[in-house]
């Protein structure tokens, strides 16, 4: 049981070009979402999705698409980093019945140049 | 917007309990009251949650107003490892296609601890 894990830990990108954020969960989860946080903030949503093939946007979805074709996994793509969307990254999941623990990833750190 | 009202920072004494106050006046009757906290460099790790009754787990114990507006997270014994922002959150009930369910941040309190 690995929880959630995300990949990349750390990358730099070039203004303009995209990348992609894995995040995969082996707990059969069906809540995942995405969210980041800035120096000093607290963590604000980007996408989240409660199911395979429901996703759904948070409070600051632009500049970032999410799809869910499987349950593990919640990919998060970057279409065209621009320097605000330096950030940390965090995944994370849950069941969706009442008050379940939401569990974090670790974080990907990204800079963006 | 979030929907707590916490303290910035509290300071604690190694070994002394620490209690941290939290406000959320507008809380529905099906809001569940999570507390997260985070260690530098690290993701949010779940400590305790609660809907009307006080709660107890290894970590906390987390003391709920009668009225639901406010509500208490108590470390017992301080820790230099507890040094960490502690965030309290209102979980909406789920409901699938909406905006429920999910954790919605403030910016927490940031809990220092002194040998």
């Known amino acids: 049981n690995a929880g959630v894990t995300q990949t990349p830990k750390f990358q730099v990108l070039k203004t303009g070009q995209s990348m992609t954020l894995q995040c995969a969960q082996d707990?059969?989860?069906?809540?995942m979402s995405w969210y980041r946080q800035d120096p000093g903030m607290g963590l604000r949503l980007i996408h989240y999705?409660?199911?395979?093939?429901?996703?759904d946007q948070g409070e600051v979805p632009n500049g970032y698409n999410v799809s869910r074709s499987t349950t593990e996994d919640f990919p998060l793509r970057l279409l065209s980093a621009a320097p605000s969307q330096t950030s940390v990254y965090f995944c994370?999941?849950?069941?969706?019945?009442?008050?379940?623990?939401?569990?974090f990833g670790e974080g990907s750190w990204l800079t963006v140049v | 917007d979030a929907k707590t009202t916490q303290p910035n920072s509290m300071e604690s004494n190694e070994e002394e309990p620490v209690h941290l106050p939290c406000n959320h006046s507008?809380?529905?009757?099906?809001?569940?009251i999570h507390w997260y906290r985070q260690l530098p460099s690290q993701g949010p790790e779940y400590v305790i949650h609660?809907?009307?009754s006080n709660v107890n787990n290894r970590m906390a114990s987390l003391a709920i107003a009668e009225d639901r507006k406010s509500s208490t997270l108590i470390l017992h014994r301080a820790t230099l490892r507890d040094a960490a922002v502690y965030y309290c959150?209102?979980?909406?009930?789920?409901?699938?296609?909406?905006?429920?369910?999910?954790?919605?941040f403030g910016k927490g309190t940031k809990l220092s601890v002194k040998p």
């Open positions: 994370a999941s849950s069941y969706v019945q009442d008050g379940n623990t939401i569990y």
């Open positions: 707990m059969n989860h069906e809540y």
């Open positions: 999705s409660v199911g395979a093939g429901i996703t």
């Open positions: 507008t809380i529905s009757g099906t809001d569940y």
């Open positions: 609660g809907l009307t």
């Open positions: 959150i209102l979980r909406e009930l789920m409901n699938y296609g909406g905006s429920q369910g999910n954790l919605i």
